[in-house]
């Protein structure tokens, strides 16, 4: 215990910033907070006479595990797996799932809508009635919209709320093209490059696959379900390999059979040389290749170059290393693949590399069979139509043409910020933010910051005191996933369900749903768009659920949806696919007639320069990306970050374990404390996403640890407009 | 304040005192006030403290005091005699500081109270170790009371039976220790049996010092009968010490010897680890290198010399007490616990922890110096 | 009836150390926070090896509900008890916080809890097993690879018997002699 009364304080924590002036009370369990809450008169008591378990879905990552809450005395106590949610999460919650009481009852949530009174930033806050607070956005709204153009209001926001299409329905009927979602920081290269092979972004079949290539994507920390799951091996069926390349030592290396520190960036090269030696040596699945693709012929001749030894040397894996590989991997196959990531901002040639993962699982025929890539399912729900009003003279996305292919509703992070930094072509002057975390998700924390400077207005909605939300000027406070009624969701995949939220409890202090806030806006911006929001969310419910109004009875009954347990396999069989040709693109005329390469062509990454190192970025088990690090039940497992360094290269720099560093790239500079280990590469460093806040209204994280977006530059994949997260360099020295 | 009047060195004392007893106060205020976890250093891997070594100490004190006293009245050992009414007294003092000590340190002591009575626990050393203390307790009231009232045959009834009593209960907390099988720097039948040689050293340094001073404050030169009786001390002080360094070294060497698992560690800590200044400086040095080394010549076993060699060997022998507690803890109990430093937990005692022990002390001595004023503890002339 | 004899067997190759069990144990049992207060944890073992060939295995556990259990021998209020199920538990009320018990564990499965006032420790969510219909403890229940199976041992037909008829096991710091009834599949 390096410092015990440090650890101990943690456990007394006061309620309310001095921006939400709020009461002060010790936090114990939940109902002692509550108690002391209602003393004061913030909250009405719990009902005590509410005991009951409630079935929803979780809200705290991408994933929607199903959950079912143990509502007692009127309090959530505890969030349990859903064990019906069968196909998808299949009875488990995370560290983050189970952590979701304490989001209800944070005493660093937001309680009431806030109105900005100091500068942008400082953190001084008054609060506001509804009333005044939506009345203050919609008329900055049509300020912006008089003083500028519509399009010169932005709206930001990301999935996971199930009521995203509201705040995109509003963007729309106000009027302005420049919606900006998470894709391009997150998988947009990844889709880009499946879709542009098999015209869709499949899943693999983890559970069924005999053999596994794991790249850039640590399942065991960064969750996903099913994968997660079943990514451990059983004792039952077949043996499977896992072969897991990864410049760190992640947890996911631990449990595979074979863990490579690959050269990071280099990917591409690992994989063309495994083409090659299929191809070559003749591995690949004739019959599958000749019924299923085109551009079988360029391949093979384009791939000639790639050889094992060429790649070794680019990516630090011995050649018989990749050449057993590509054997094992052409046996196993088609019960084998070569798993793809989700997030793919890493490099900007990143669409092109997860293009030459898709063509090695196409070669291999590991596509839309047991054990392979397999196409999504979606369970078809009914869409809210409406007819958004028309406004004269909008220009288009501010972004458009920035990249080859934008998507008109994502848009692309970097190349926006650009532009809007430029007012190239047109000025950006308002911004709406929902359920984004822009100054922690966007890389370049710096120029993020210059991007709100430049706002005449920013209103936030969220849960939390966000970065983001601290430097707005309104401030709404979004009722949490426990306590809101959200229409049910399709979570697409090989076994597709529907997933709902209904509340646990009643919204707590006076948040509200954002179906509700986008109501009220709707309302003051006048009637042709109030038209457009005119009804419950039961009637919404009812509406989405339509044509299978069986989901109804199954959501409330059990908390979740499905028709199968089991992928069925080869439904794409003999149909045309997405693609121009309608078959699977190994070559891409598209691509081509674009100028873009029709096949992966391998570029080295920039090498890291002397005395510097290239920052890594990845998924942390305990957290979900930037603002899961300051709830309490997770403070606990992880107070604050560090940086990872290899113990060779801590000894050339005369740094010592656990003393504070700073660490300097082209565009900012962050303090933290060293972690000497050898979990990675010597040219690389990593640190956990999500400290180094600037808001103080995080209090268990305020100051503490470093941020990863205040280092990253925002260089992006100029196919798909994916940040390139992995592309900087860092310097090192004693801080 | 006329008391002090003419004796400057007894206001200095006594302000030294009550100084030391306020910080007690302070420490014990700050543990009411914000509780145990916020006022104490111990730890999930390290529950027992500074207060506990304190509790130790001051218990191996009273027990120390009552052997070696009823070498006089229990022993018939005459030159003993003379010190039996203070050192009971000290006795009863340091043992109820003791429990003062660990009364802070346990969070209920009123559960305590109830529960040791109502759901007793006799596999429990620690239900033993309390029994018999309560009891040792007081037969040590009733001993001295009889002594105070001049009835031999009374004190010596008690005598016997606080001999017994302070055995039992002290080997009993030696016990308390031993008997733990997850703590391999503990366990054994070690520790009870060195538990009373140890006694036997704090009492004569105890007593060595009592002496001294009683005729320090009266300024008249020491008679040769006490003079006598301090050689005589002095050298039953270097069989005892003797003693103890045998129980030292034959601690030490099974401890290394083919590297135990955990208790290597532990006795590592202690020859070159974070506990070596504790242990060569103030336990090797001052317990016992320093007393030995004045009280073996003849030419410095003077009065003045037997009381330097225990109060040299008090202090060391308080960080025996405060080494044994924290050390057998030292090692982890699992892999990943808290933050190790070379393999190793570790504690510092918190400022309430060090308020309330320097409080304990004090108040033992301060309630001695104020009983020494006001009760006839000088023997009766035969 | 006879009685129950309740154990936890646990498949630790399965084990990502992402940490579900120790935070569903936290809310379902109301452990204060803290990082210190904890009723289950997971060891990350040392990194084996020199890069870049390194390993690292991840183990759970929790109270052993021994059945020659040192905590409960030392306990002087007999706060310390063993249910007729196997369960070790304390009885808040008789527990006078010597923390004896503490250092008398050979696991550190036990800490202080300052909101009740008396140690805390794995309880096998009794709450959980014995309310109607049953729930599995919070732990088991929630692993996203379903390390730890739960049952009556007394039971020859239960999960965990059928697991360790099945397969070899060990126990934690067997030398102990404290029969621990947490069960580790080799
Ligand atoms: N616990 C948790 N789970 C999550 C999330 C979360 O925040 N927390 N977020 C969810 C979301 S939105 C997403 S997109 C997914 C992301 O899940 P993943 O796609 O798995 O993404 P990351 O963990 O960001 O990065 C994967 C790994 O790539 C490694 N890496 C870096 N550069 C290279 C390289 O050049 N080559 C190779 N082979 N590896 C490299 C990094 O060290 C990192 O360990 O996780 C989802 N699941
Ligand atoms: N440096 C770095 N940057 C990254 C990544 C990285 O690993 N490192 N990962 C990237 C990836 S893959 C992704 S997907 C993005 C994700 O980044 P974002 O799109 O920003 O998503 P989150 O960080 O999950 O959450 C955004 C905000 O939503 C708030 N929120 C949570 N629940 C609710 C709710 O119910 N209602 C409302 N209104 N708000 C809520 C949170 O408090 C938070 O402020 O980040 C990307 N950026
Ligand atoms: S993976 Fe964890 S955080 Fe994500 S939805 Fe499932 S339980 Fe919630
Ligand atoms: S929940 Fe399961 S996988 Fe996660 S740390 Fe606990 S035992 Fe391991
Ligand atoms: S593991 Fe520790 S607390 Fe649990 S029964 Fe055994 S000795 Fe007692
Ligand atoms: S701390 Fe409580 S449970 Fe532990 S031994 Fe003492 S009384 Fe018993
Ligand atoms: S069984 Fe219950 S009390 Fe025990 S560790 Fe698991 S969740 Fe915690
Ligand atoms: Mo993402």
């Not at chain 1, 019924?291 to 384009?302: P, R």
């Not at chain 1, 292919?405 to 308002?430: H, M, T």
């Not at chain 2, 006022?39 to 130790?56: C, D, K, M, Q």
């Not at chain 3, 002087?76 to 564990?105: H, L, M, N």
Request: with cysteine; aromatic share 10%.
């Amino acid at each position: 215990m390096a410092n015990p009364k440090k650890q101990k304080m943690s456990r007394r924590k006061f309620l309310g910033i001095s921006s939400c002036a709020l009461t002060t009370a010790v936090v114990g369990s939940q109902v002692k907070v509550l108690k002391a809450l209602a003393k004061s008169g913030d909250i009405s008591e719990p009902v005590a006479a509410i005991t009951k378990d409630v079935y929803t879905s979780c809200g705290m990552c991408v994933n929607k595990c199903g959950v079912i809450a143990r509502v007692r005395d009127g309090v959530i106590h505890k969030l349990d797996p859903n064990p019906n949610f069968f196909p998808k999460s299949r009875g488990m919650l995370c560290a983050r799932g189970n952590a979701g009481t304490k989001v209800v009852y944070d005493p660093d949530r937001l309680k009431y809508p806030l109105i900005r009174v100091g500068e942008r930033g400082e953190g001084k806050w008054r609060r506001a009635s509804w009333e005044e607070a939506l009345d203050m956005v919609t008329n900055n709204m049509n300020q912006i919209a008089e003083k500028y153009n519509r399009a010169s209001m932005m709206f930001a926001s990301t999935e996971g709320t199930f009521s995203e299409h509201f705040f995109l329905q509003l963007a729309e009927c106000y009027g302005t093209p420049n919606t900006l979602r998470h894709p391009t920081l997150c998988l947009s290269s990844n889709i880009q490059g499946f879709s542009a092979t098999f015209g869709t972004n499949p899943t693999p079949d983890v559970k069924n696959a005999d053999y596994i290539i794991m790249s850039g994507a640590n399942r065991a920390e960064a969750l996903m379900t099913p994968d997660s799951i079943d990514m451990i091996k059983t004792d039952g069926g077949g043996r499977r390999k896992l072969v897991y390349l990864d410049p760190r030592f992640t947890k996911t290396a631990a449990k595979a059979d074979e863990w490579y520190p690959i050269k990071p960036g280099t990917d591409m090269a690992f994989i063309l040389a495994l083409i090659n030696v299929i191809i070559t040596e003749g591995l690949y699945d004739d019959d599958f290749i000749e019924e299923n693709t085109v551009g079988f012929e360029q391949l093979a001749q384009h791939i000639k170059q790639y050889s094992p030894g060429w790649a070794a040397t680019e990516c630090d894996i011995p050649a018989k290393d990749i050449r057993r590989i590509a054997h094992e991997f052409a046996n196993a196959a088609p019960s084998a693949v070569y798993y793809q990531g989700r997030r793919s901002s890493f490099f900007q040639n990143d669409t092109q590399m997860r293009r030459a993962m898709a063509i090695l699982n196409a070669i291999v025929g590991a596509w839309d069979t047991k054990g392979g890539l397999l196409p999504n399912k979606k369970i078809a729900l009914t869409k809210h139509d409406y007819l958004a009003p028309w406004y004269d003279d909008v220009p288009d996305r501010l972004d458009k043409g920035g990249v080859t292919y934008l998507s008109e509703k994502d848009g692309s992070w970097p190349v926006f910020r650009d532009r809007a930094l430029a007012a190239d072509p047109y000025p950006i002057k308002g911004m709406m933010v929902y359920k984004q975390n822009v100054l922690v998700s966007v890389p370049d924390r710096a120029k993020s910051l210059e991007l709100m400077k430049q706002m005449d207005f920013i209103c936030t909605i969220d849960i939390t005191m966000s970065d983001t939300a601290w430097y707005s000027d309104v401030v709404l406070p979004e009722a949490t996933y426990l306590e809101r009624l959200d229409p049910p969701e399709n979570l697409s995949g090989p076994v597709p369900v529907v997933a709902f939220r209904q509340p646990c409890v009643e919204a707590m202090f006076e948040s509200k749903t954002n179906f509700w806030i986008m109501q009220q806006l709707a309302k003051r911006l006048g009637p042709e768009i109030a038209e457009t929001f005119d009804f419950t969310m039961e009637e919404h419910i009812h509406h989405m659920l339509k044509k299978k109004p069986e989901i109804y009875d199954a959501l409330f009954g059990k908390g979740v949806y499905y028709e199968d347990t089991e992928p069925e396999y080869g439904r794409l069989k003999g149909k045309r696919l997405r693609t121009r040709s309608g078959k699977i693109e190994l070559y891409s005329e598209k691509y081509a007639k674009k100028g873009l390469d029709p096949l992966p062509v391998y570029k080295s990454p920039d090498k890291v320069p002397t005395n510097m190192y290239r920052l890594l970025v990845g998924r942390h088990a305990y957290f979900t990306h930037g603002t899961t690090a300051n709830n309490a039940l997770l403070h606990d497992l992880m107070p604050e970050n560090t940086l990872w360094l290899a113990p060779s290269e801590a000894r050339k720099l005369r740094l010592k374990n656990g003393q504070m560093v700073k660490v300097k790239s082209k565009v900012g500079e962050e303090k933290l404390k060293l972690e000497i280990t050898e979990k990675i590469r010597p040219d690389s460093v990593y640190m956990a996403h999500g400290f180094g806040v600037l808001s103080k209204g995080l209090s268990n994280i305020a100051g503490v640890g470093g941020s990863d977006a205040a280092l990253i530059e925002s260089k992006y994949c100029p196919i798909s407009g994916n940040c390139a997260m992995h592309e900087t360099f860092v310097q090192i020295t004693p801080a | 304040m006329s008391a002090f009047k003419n004796r400057p060195k007894l206001f200095v004392w006594m302000a030294i005192l009550l100084l030391g007893m306020a910080a007690g106060a302070a420490g014990v205020i700050h543990v009411l006030i914000v509780g145990h976890a916020q006022s104490y250093n111990v730890t999930r891997e390290i529950p027992w403290g500074l207060l506990i070594a304190t509790y130790v100490f001051l218990v191996v004190s009273s027990t120390g005091l009552c052997l070696i006293s009823s070498l006089g009245h229990v022993f018939g050992m005459k030159q003993f005699e003379f010190i039996g009414k203070r050192a009971i007294l000290l006795a009863i003092l340091t043992l109820l500081c003791g429990f003062g000590a660990i009364g802070m340190e346990i969070n209920h002591p009123i559960r305590m109270g109830i529960y040791t009575i109502l759901s007793p626990n006799f596999s429990s050393a620690i239900w033993w170790m309390g029994t018999l203390y309560g009891v040792y307790l007081m037969f040590l009231c009733a001993e001295f009371y009889f002594l105070m009232k001049g009835m031999h045959k009374g004190a010596f009834t008690m005598g016997v039976l606080g001999f017994t009593a302070a055995v039992s209960a002290h080997s009993n907390l030696g016990a308390v220790f031993g008997l733990l099988e997850a703590r391999p720097f503990w366990h054994g039948s070690f520790l009870p049996i060195y538990f009373i040689v140890s006694a036997l050293v704090s009492g004569c340094a105890l007593i060595g010092m009592i002496v001294y001073f009683n005729h320090k404050k009266s300024g008249a030169p020491m008679p040769l009968k006490y003079a006598d009786f301090m050689d005589t001390l002095g050298r039953l002080q270097i069989l005892t010490l003797m003693t103890l360094v045998f129980f030292v070294v034959w601690k030490i060497i099974p401890g290394i010897y083919g590297h135990p698992p955990e208790k290597y560690e532990a006795t590592m800590s202690m020859i070159s680890g974070p506990f070596a200044f504790n242990f060569w400086f103030f336990e090797v040095l001052m317990g016992l290198v320093i007393p030995l080394c004045i009280l073996f010549p003849k030419k410095t076993r003077t009065p003045t010399g037997v009381m330097f060699a225990g109060l040299s060997s008090t202090i060391g022998i308080f960080f025996m007490r405060y080494d044994l507690v924290i050390i057998g803890q030292l090692v982890s109990m699992r892999e990943g616990t808290a933050e190790l430093v070379n393999g190793l937990l570790q504690y510092t005692p918190s400022l309430s922890e060090l308020g309330i022990t320097i409080g304990a002390i004090c108040t033992c001595l301060f309630l001695y110096t104020v009983a020494e004023r006001l009760l006839p503890l000088d023997p009766e002339e035969h | 009836m006879k009685n129950k004899r309740f154990a936890i067997v646990l498949d630790t190759e399965r084990c990502i150390d992402c940490k579900a069990c120790t935070v569903a144990c936290k809310a379902e049992n109301d452990v204060p926070l803290g990082p210190n207060n904890y009723r289950n944890w997971v060891v990350a073992s040392k990194l084996r090896g020199k890069y870049p060939n390194l390993g690292q295995s991840y183990t759970p556990s929790q109270c052993q509900h021994c059945s020659n259990a040192p905590c409960e021998h030392v306990c002087p209020t007999r706060a310390t008890f063993t249910s007729s199920d196997g369960i070790v538990d304390v009885k808040e009320e008789k527990c006078i916080g010597c923390k004896y018990c503490q250092t008398a564990c050979p696991y550190n499965a036990r800490y202080y809890n300052e909101e009740t006032g008396a140690i805390d420790k794995c309880t096998f969510c009794a709450q959980r097993i014995y309310a109607v219909p049953p729930r599995l403890p919070a732990c088991v229940d929630t692993c996203p690879t379903k390390v730890r199976a739960f049952g009556d041992l007394n039971d020859p037909n239960s999960e965990v018997s059928l697991l360790l008829a099945r397969n070899p096991s060990k126990v934690l710091k067997p030398a102990m002699g404290t029969n621990p009834h947490l069960f580790y599949l080799d």
